[in-house]
């Protein structure tokens, strides 16, 4: 699907198409990303190393066809907190629904599931981004409880 997709826009170079599986097992095309992205990480994960293919691209090497592993599922810790914080903020949902929400996201995290913003072997570059989760999901809880939202 993705190559009749790329070869009929005339596209070459890296990119990356994204598709959404439904339980029955539906298929949905969402986007193609001409860039490397945030979802490089979920992607590379996968085995498809878009910067290396990139690079090649670049530097006028040969780039091999390469399939990346369907069906990997990766979680995003911090934009499912954004994400959260966002809701909680706008009143669009309510206590029960955030901690629901905060401890699937928590199980998530320590599932099977490729990590996209951490690795236990090197944590440190998600400390930024852990404060900025922290900071988005006090100040939503804040608000709400000053009736702000």
Request: charged share 20%.
């Amino acid at each position: 699907m993705t190559e009749a997709l790329a070869e009929k826009l005339n596209y070459t170079g890296v990119g990356c198409a994204q598709f959404v599986v439904d339980a029955n097992g539906g298929v949905c095309f969402l986007e193609l990303n001409a860039r490397l992205g945030a979802n490089s990480a979920a992607v590379c994960a996968a085995g498809l190393d878009l910067p290396r293919l990139f690079l090649d691209s670049l530097l006028a090497r040969p780039v091999a066809k390469v399939t990346a592993e369907v069906g990997r599922k990766y979680v995003w810790f911090d934009g499912d907190m954004i994400g959260l914080a966002s809701c909680l903020r706008s009143g669009r949902i309510c206590w029960q629904v955030a901690a629901a929400w905060f401890l699937r996201s928590i199980r998530a995290q320590m599932g099977k599931n490729d990590r996209i913003t951490w690795s236990a072997r090197d944590p440190w570059p998600m400390l930024p981004v852990a404060t900025n989760v922290v900071h988005s999901l006090f100040s939503a809880v804040v608000r709400r409880l000053a009736g702000l939202g």
